[in-house]
């Protein structure tokens, strides 16, 4: 039974293609989403620190759009396949220099059906008809599974900029090779920083080889729209996923915004182009709160996007001398903590033990269906079944991690943001390691 | 034979033949270096050099006798064999390599000077080359008797090199049977276009392509699957894409798909290309290559089928319903 089916043009599969090629920067499996009036694409990666969407409007982006949708669920489809065979799919043609023909072998139009019956071969199955009269069917197989979305809390993000993303892929010439962070933050009214670092041997014992550290300010004109309430707050995300969006959003050459609250929570960067809505939520660390993502440690290991949040918020402190930040003092404080548990025991504990990180995990992005028309497929994994019951909980909620933030946040009484001194009365570095979310509410940080 | 060799003076040599320009000989013998042993026959219209691989693949090159300015095979009265010998490809394809070196070293100095040359006609000599200046180099083949080396000595610009080559004693060379008498399809087409087919397969990482052609639509399809997926290409007849097209029935095999890939070469500098498959499922794929000047080379490629079992014709037949 065919699910679905739509037709694109030429200019729809090199559409679809830069966004499958920014997806393929994120993860290796694609979740496709279908509804009666979108096409969404997702991708979520391996150490759940970044997401990407792109939304295919269906009446604006397909020149033929029918969705027919299957038994269990009328209103929407979703399954999951492998990009790489995608990308192969709808890759670029090209003919032949040396003759004529160019225009010969390129696309006339794409159709692509999905069909899943019970008891039947599911497919993907993509008809490309070229200029010339060449047909080529494609059928690849997927898996029906519930993609994963993450979650972001907008009115909770106080920070936002727009701008045009040109200007960002002409920032993103100046990163210097091997860098693995961008640390974003505005020095005053008129220069906003993007500093680009890397801690790859700084933290192994080798000596430090990759020293460098780029710091390109932009005035604040460039941007259409610059809005952070706090000073000094420095945000710092994954340049590889960040490059990935910039590369793409150059393409569409359309305005890209960001908006942002705080460092370990989610930044939020989107555009829009002719008929597709990109977004991606990027996990962030940054100089405020800075060794909040502790629990990450333990499960980041050996990939490269966890590992790197973790790292980064512990020696970014050092490495952030060459910057001219102005409370310098403050910043050996919280890679003290963790280079000497003895002082401080309940500290290190947490980094110990693995449920708080996937607790976390989950935490910050949360599947968001999890209503009842899931059931029906629930049928593939335990685990998954286990993911989606707890995903009725919400990020805020859990107390395990943004206690442990708080925690760090207050023994670093830098006054990297005064408001927290100015909820704190007390001593901060008096704080037990471990507390309740509702024992830190007082503090004003979290907003319910 | 060593007798009869004996009687050919030394300024005789059994076998010479001279080029000023080796590019078409390296273009077409580079379309056959899938193995590296090539068996080499000379006869008095040309060089046949065929390759072969495990006794299912099989690549014949003929450089034809218009490809050389001067050739000459001194046969004795009495021999009634032709010269064979089996040598190393690579080392042939490497030696002819040297031919031109300083010209194209020359040619791309000067297109990083000037633009213009480097996206136009690069690759023809252009007036100032030394072979239209009319101080041409020569590349000679030469073998001097029945299993001897055979010599490649390169002449330009002053500069002499000389390469022999070991020869080997050559293996049965029976090739492939392919039955002209009892084809059951031949289709004429560009070249260029199945090589497109192929990179069109290729992304699924196939073992096995499967080609058929049928007497009614989709008349010519190659279909493959692999471990990501499947993918077939339809060649349909509406639009001139097939030249010529008869089929006497419907004809199905199937190929190792790694053996139909190393014709690729060939089907990049191939003008048309014959498709052909006999009674026994033996696909042919004759290439035509037209060099400068007008002539034409010719490249065969020999492709012994999958045996077919049962399972196979069903799950075409499945394919078909799809």
């Known amino acids: ?448 | 034979m060593a007798s009869t060799v004996g009687s050919v003076p030394p300024e005789q040599p059994l076998f010479r033949a001279v080029a000023s320009s080796t590019r078409q000989i390296y273009q077409l013998l580079k379309c056959i270096s899938f193995s590296p042993k090539v068996h080499v026959q000379l006869t008095h219209d040309g060089m046949r050099f065929t390759a072969e691989h495990s006794r299912v693949m099989q690549g014949v090159a003929f450089l034809d006798q218009s490809l050389f300015t001067t050739y000459t095979l001194n046969l004795p009265e009495d021999s009634r064999t032709q010269p064979q010998f089996q040598m190393n490809l690579p080392a042939l394809l490497e030696a002819l390599q040297i031919f031109g070196a300083t010209d194209a070293a020359a040619r791309a100095a000067k297109t990083d000077a000037d633009p213009y040359r480097s996206n136009l006609r690069n690759y023809r000599p252009d007036a100032f080359s030394h072979q239209t200046l009319g101080m041409p180099g020569t590349c000679c083949l030469m073998y001097e008797a029945d299993g001897e080396a055979l010599s490649v000595v390169l002449e330009e610009s002053g500069v002499k090199t000389k390469c022999n080559m070991t020869t080997y004693t050559p293996e049965s060379p029976d090739s492939i049977p392919f039955d002209r008498e009892d084809l059951t399809f031949k289709i004429i087409m560009q070249a260029r276009w199945l090589l497109d087919c192929l990179s069109e397969l290729a992304p699924m990482d196939p073992k096995r392509i499967t080609i058929s052609a049928l007497t009614n639509a989709p008349y010519l399809r190659l279909s493959s699957g692999g471990a990501l997926g499947s993918a077939s290409v339809d060649f349909s007849n509406s639009r001139d894409l097939l030249e010529t097209f008869s089929v006497r029935e419907r004809w199905t095999q199937g190929f190792k798909f790694d053996l139909v890939k190393s014709a690729s070469e060939a089907m990049r500098i191939a003008n048309k290309v014959s498709f052909r498959g006999d009674g026994q499922g033996v696909l042919s794929l004759q290439f035509m290559v037209e060099v400068e000047g007008g002539s034409v080379s010719f490249l065969d490629f020999r492709f012994v089928p999958y045996i077919t079992q049962e399972d196979d014709e069903s799950e075409t037949a499945e394919d078909e319903d799809d």
């Open chain 1, 1 to 448: 039974m065919t699910v679905m089916r739509f037709t694109l043009s030429e200019e729809g599969v090199s559409a679809l293609r830069d966004a499958l090629a920014c997806l393929s920067k994120f993860s290796e499996e694609v979740s496709l989403e279908a509804k009666r009036d979108r096409l969404v694409f997702t991708a979520i990666n391996l150490s759940k620190s970044a997401y990407a969407s792109f939304a295919f409007a269906s009446h604006r982006f397909f020149s033929k759009y029918q969705y027919e949708g299957i038994a269990q669920h009328r209103d929407k489809f979703f399954c999951k396949l492998y990009n790489r065979a995608l990308l192969s799919l709808f890759r670029n043609r090209s003919g032949d220099p040396l003759h004529d023909r160019e225009r010969d072998t390129t696309i006339e139009r794409c159709d692509v059906a999905i069909i899943d019956e019970a008891g039947k071969k599911s497919r993907f199955i993509a008809k490309i008809v070229f200029r010339n009269g060449i047909t080529t069917k494609y059928q690849l197989p997927f898996e029906v599974s519930p993609p994963v979305h993450a979650k972001f809390e907008g009115d909770q993000a106080t920070n936002s900029w727009s701008i045009s993303s040109r200007t960002l892929r002409q920032l993103m010439d100046h990163f210097g090779p091997g860098i693995d962070y961008l640390d974003i933050h505005s020095e005053d009214d008129q220069v906003v920083n993007f500093t680009c670092f890397t801690e790859k041997v700084a933290n192994g014992e080798e000596v430090l080889k990759k020293p460098l550290h780029t710091s390109i300010a932009v005035e604040r004109d460039e941007f259409e729209r610059f809005t952070v309430e706090e000073d000094k707050l420095h945000i710092v995300i994954s340049v590889k996923d960040f490059r990935a969006i910039i590369q793409h959003a150059a393409l569409l050459g359309s305005e890209v915004s960001a908006s942002y609250s705080m460092p370990s929570k989610p930044m939020q960067l989107k555009y829009d182009g002719d008929g597709v809505k990109c977004e991606f939520l990027l996990m962030t660390v940054g100089e405020r709160g800075a060794p909040g993502q502790k629990g990450k440690k333990t499960r980041g290991g050996a990939k490269a996007p966890t590992g790197p949040q973790l790292e980064a918020t512990t020696s970014r402190a050092n490495s952030h001398a060459p910057t001219p930040a102005p409370q310098p003092t403050p910043q050996p404080q919280p890679r003290r903590q963790d280079q000497m548990p003895s002082l401080r025991p309940p500290i290190t504990r947490p980094t110990q033990r693995p449920p708080p990180a996937t607790l976390e995990s989950e935490s910050l992005f949360v599947p968001q269906d999890n209503d009842d028309q899931w059931a029906p497929v629930g049928d593939n994994e335990d685990e998954d079944e286990e993911e989606n019951d707890r995903l009725g909980w919400d990020a805020s909620g859990d107390p395990e991690p943004s206690a442990m933030k708080m925690r760090s946040m207050m023994s670093n009484p830098s006054g990297v943001r005064p408001r927290i001194e100015d909820g704190t009365n007390d001593n901060p570095s008096q704080f037990e390691p471990t507390q309740r979310l509702s024992d830190v509410r007082k503090f004003g940080l979290f907003g319910d």
